[in-house]
């Protein structure tokens, strides 16, 4: 119970940019999205991880990239 107010995760978005392709469920523009995480442990920097997600225009599904 404790642990929730001594841990926090601060989340900024960094960039958004306009990916190839289409989404598959309405066909919209999908956008690449940076963001930056920052975790935190009694108010002490962790970790800072960035991250690019990728999300439809229209539709706001989150997509995932597949490689083959």
């Given amino acids: ?3 929730c ?3 926090n995760v601060e989340e900024k978005e960094l960039s958004r940019d306009e990916a190839p392709g289409t989404c598959p469920k309405c066909g919209g523009k999908v956008e690449a999205i ?10 002490m920097p962790v ?3 960035t991250k690019r997600s990728y999300k ?10 597949l490689y083959s």
């Fill in 1 to 3: 119970m404790r642990l």
């Fill in 56 to 65: 439809c225009s229209v539709c706001s599904k989150r997509l995932e990239f």
């Fill in 5 to 7: 107010f001594v841990c």
């Fill in 34 to 43: 940076d963001c930056a995480h920052k975790w935190r442990f009694c108010f």
């Fill in 47 to 49: 970790c800072n991880i």
